[in-house]
């Protein structure tokens, strides 16, 4: 739209939009926006919240106009957060599930992950070579490839230091909230104590 503004600007006065949070649910691109529309010579109206702009005490109600949807902007995306927070100490896994897993949704029809009956076995394979610490980890994921797993170099990495395999749901620091790892409802595929094997393996803490 601005694009077209730009190339008809002799031609463009007004732009009309129901309300402000439909013209911008953030004050400080709106205010840039107004800025480069009034050099363009185009004013912007609200059509149910009219303001007429080159009034100065009209700036007020502008501002709070703007404000107010972006308030609920900032406090939508807080509760998400605590929301999905509260999840991951409750052990539920959320998003797109990990090599070796499958999306499914339980009986309450509540999002869950499972183990995928071709992949889980490979995953466990993954862990259990790299834990013996004889074959270069690339080499491991080459071999696996052979048998159907399908992973990319930089994955696999993520795969064997991911705690989801021995049923840890990772909860990332927050504010004044430590890092931590809950445990999950989800099945785990190895044990805790053959995933600590394989970090000191790839951290260089254990050498066969």
């Known amino acids: 739209l601005l694009s077209f503004i ?46 007429d702009l ?4 009209n700036k007020t109600m502008l501002a709070l ?36 897993y499958n999306n499914m949704r339980d009986d309450r029809n509540k999002p869950i992950i499972v183990p995928d009956e071709e992949m889980a076995p490979l995953v466990v394979r993954a862990f259990e070579e790299t834990a013996r610490g004889i074959k270069p980890v690339f080499t491991i994921l ?4 052979t048998d159907g797993f399908v992973c990319s170099k930089s994955n696999f990495w993520n795969v064997l230091n991911n705690p989801v395999y021995y049923g840890g749901i990772v909860i990332p620091a927050y504010k004044d909230e430590k890092y ?24 260089d803490r254990k050498r066969t």
């Open 65 to 100: 106009y703007l404000t107010i949807p972006e308030v609920e902007n900032d406090r939508r995306a807080l509760n998400v957060i605590s929301g999905m927070r509260r999840a991951r100490k409750d052990g539920k896994f959320l998003g797109i599930a990990p090599v070796g």
């Open 142 to 145: 080459q071999e696996l490839r």
């Open 6 to 51: 730009k190339k008809n600007k002799n031609d463009v006065d007004e732009l009309l939009f129901i309300k402000w949070d439909r013209f911008s649910r953030n004050a400080g691109d709106a205010y840039q926006m107004i800025k480069e529309l009034h050099k363009l010579g185009v004013v912007p109206h609200a059509i149910e919240q009219p303001l």
């Open 180 to 203: 931590q790892i809950a445990k999950g409802t989800h099945e785990a595929l190895i044990s805790k104590e053959l995933f600590d094997e394989v970090q000191d393996i790839l951290h």
């Open 54 to 57: 080159s009034v100065p005490e």
